[in-house]
Nanobody
């Protein structure tokens, strides 16, 4: 079964930047749509960004549009989330997710990485 592991989370001041990475323990992630979700304290999990298997199309939530960038390097089996102009409201556990090769719902999830933005 496909496994995902996030890294790159940590503490950062408001206005700062972080880059999250998600590495898949599979031969190739090239056939999977990949995405980032997050869950803030006391709130429901929310969608952050999505990228198609080829990397040619991306979608962002309104709350991060213009500040975050999702990208992927299929040769490294890795997807990234570059987060700039971070705000305290971005504080959350960030999760990497992937669809099956058939698409549809996100079937595979990483354990998450904590991002904390101080004011």
């Amino acid at each position: 079964q496909m496994q995902l592991v996030e890294s790159g989370g940590g503490l950062v001041q408001a206005g700062g930047s972080l880059r999250l990475s998600c590495t898949a323990s599979v031969r190739s992630v090239s056939g999977h749509t990949m995405a980032w979700f997050r869950q803030a304290p006391g709130k429901e999990r929310e969608f952050v960004a999505r990228i198609t298997s080829s990397g040619g199309s991306t979608v962002y939530s309104d709350s991060v549009k213009g500040r975050f960038t999702i990208s992927r390097d299929n040769a490294k089996n890795t997807v990234y989330l570059q987060m700039n102009s971070l705000e305290p409201e971005d504080t959350a556990v960030y999760y990497c997710a992937a669809t099956s090769l058939l698409g549809g719902d996100y079937r595979y999830w990483g354990p998450g990485t904590q991002v904390t933005v101080s004011s």
